[in-house]
Nanobody
Framework: EVQLVESGGGFVQAGGSLRLSCAVSGFTFDAYAIGWFRQAPGKEREGLAC????????YYADSVKGRFTISSDNAKNTVYLQMNSLKPEDTAVYYC??????????????????WGQGTQVTVSS
């Protein structure tokens, strides 16, 4: 059974940093991508960043480029999202998701096959 479990969320003041983790288990696929997404109250879920298992290529949404960094530790089956210079508008539930055998690399929600339960990030002003 494929499972993705997020951790590392919490409360932080504006300008601060957090590192989210996505622990992946139950994978038997030879190629996949892991993406990070978020959903704020009353807003649609948006893609933030993704990383390919094949060559660790990455892709970022413009809204987080330069502030957020995605990385992976294959030995630990974990993907991280380092978030710096956090703003109150970054407050949301953050999710990781897996796309199996991706053709390219992207953040369109329908591409992703498995999702975690999410972790809350709250940034105070």
């Amino acid at each position: 059974e494929v499972q993705l479990v997020e951790s590392g969320g919490g409360f932080v003041q504006a300008g601060g940093s957090l590192r989210l983790s996505c622990a992946v288990s139950g994978f038997t696929f030879d190629a996949y991508a892991i993406g990070w997404f978020r959903q704020a109250p009353g807003k649609e879920r948006e893609g933030l960043a993704c990383i390919s298992s094949h060559d660790e290529s990455t892709y970022y949404a413009d809204s987080v480029k330069g502030r957020f960094t995605i990385s992976s530790d294959n030995a630990k089956n974990t993907v991280y999202l380092q978030m710096n210079s956090l703003k109150p508008e970054d407050t949301a539930v953050y999710y990781c998701a897996a796309e199996i055998r991706p053709i390219g690399i992207g953040l369109a929600l329908p591409l992703y096959d498995y999702w975690g339960q999410g972790t809350q990030v709250t940034v105070s002003s």
